[in-house]
């Protein structure tokens, strides 16, 4: 089988891994090369959605990163600060109300309540998804960067994972980063989640030394909302230093899920999955992959189809 996978995003990279592997002649074409849309600009942790239904993603897309990168058995922890209640937060997750944030990150500042949780491994912005670029190489893929699409030959199955320049998906911009302080943490301002996925809003979060986040639905003045994120965080972690700022456009899709499956004969998408791409990517490749070989059919709430995108020819747009 031959498969031309467009987008070298965590969703193209993973996916031409998996199928590289199982014996797909596989290639994939990027404008712009590995990890240059959100999978490459993204704050750079594995965490648990903790909300909403992508969670049930996340222990297998963490099961599969663990092939590709060395991470610890534990992870390095959510504290979500200004939290006092674990109300929401699966059990599985071991969420524990910590009095003072301080007496755990020592970044933070003291006399701030925080929930703790259990997930969130710190890996970098663009480690993840260069290191499934790496696993597809090692299992044959070929990779091509530039404006022209490569030749394919008749029968070719196309994959779309154009991420935010996909059909059906809204670009929801995000602003991050780079800082002068480093957390041992995750950390979040208390409502990240809901403020960031609604499309509005700028809160504090802080991976390592990457900080966030903000959401908007138009392109947005990145030195300028660096500078307001700079702000926010002093009230938590004190006076910060922006030594680079990136914006991107992450894939967002009307009700949050992605959209995995079929959309023409012989064409497929894997796009759509909001600020989650890093932390659930790796499992929707599985599963698209699985429906390009023919093994399993994708879950009935991620069919494509839900908002009517079927025909191959509308599952891309221009950058």
């Not at 670009?171 to 002068?180: C, F, R």
Request: hydrophobic share 45%; net charge negative.
């Amino acid at each position: 089988m031959d498969v031309l996978v467009v987008g070298a995003g965590i969703a193209g990279c993973s996916a031409a891994a998996l199928l590289a592997e199982a014996g797909a002649d596989v290639v994939v074409h990027d404008t712009k090369g590995v990890a240059a849309g959100a999978s490459g600009r993204n704050q750079g942790v594995l965490q648990h959605p903790v909300e909403g239904p992508l969670g049930e993603l996340f222990d297998e897309a963490l099961r599969l990163h663990r092939e590709v990168l060395d991470l610890p058995d534990a992870p390095d922890g959510i504290l979500m600060l200004g939290a006092t209640s674990t109300e929401g937060i699966p059990a599985a997750l071991r969420p524990e109300l910590v009095e003072d944030a301080a007496e755990v990150e020592p970044v933070v500042r003291p006399g701030i309540p925080a929930v703790r949780v259990d997930t969130g491994w710190i890996v970098g912005p663009q480690t993840a998804t260069r290191a499934w670029a790496r696993r597809a190489e090692r299992a044959g893929a070929r990779f091509v960067v530039g404006d022209e699409p490569p030749a394919t030959a008749a029968g070719t199955v196309t994959l779309i994972a154009t991420g935010a320049w996909t059909a059906g998906i809204t670009p929801l911009y995000g602003v991050t980063a780079d800082i002068d302080v480093r957390g041992g943490h995750v950390l979040e301002e208390a409502g990240t989640n809901a403020a960031v996925e609604g499309g509005g809003g700028e809160l504090f979060t802080l991976v390592g030394d990457v900080l966030g986040a903000s959401a908007s639905r138009e392109r947005p003045d990145q030195e300028a909302v660096a500078r307001r994120l700079a702000a926010r965080a002093e009230a938590f972690i004190g006076p910060v230093t922006v030594r680079a700022t990136r914006c991107c456009p992450r894939p967002l899709s009307p009700d949050g899920l992605p959209l995995v499956g079929r959309t023409g004969e012989r064409a497929y998408v894997c796009a759509g999955h909001g600020p989650w791409g890093i932390s659930v990517g790796p499992a929707t490749a599985r599963i698209v992959a699985d429906a390009i070989l023919g093994r399993a059919d994708p879950p009935e709430r991620l069919d494509p189809a839900r908002f009517g995108l079927q025909q191959a020819d509308r599952t891309v747009r221009g950058r």
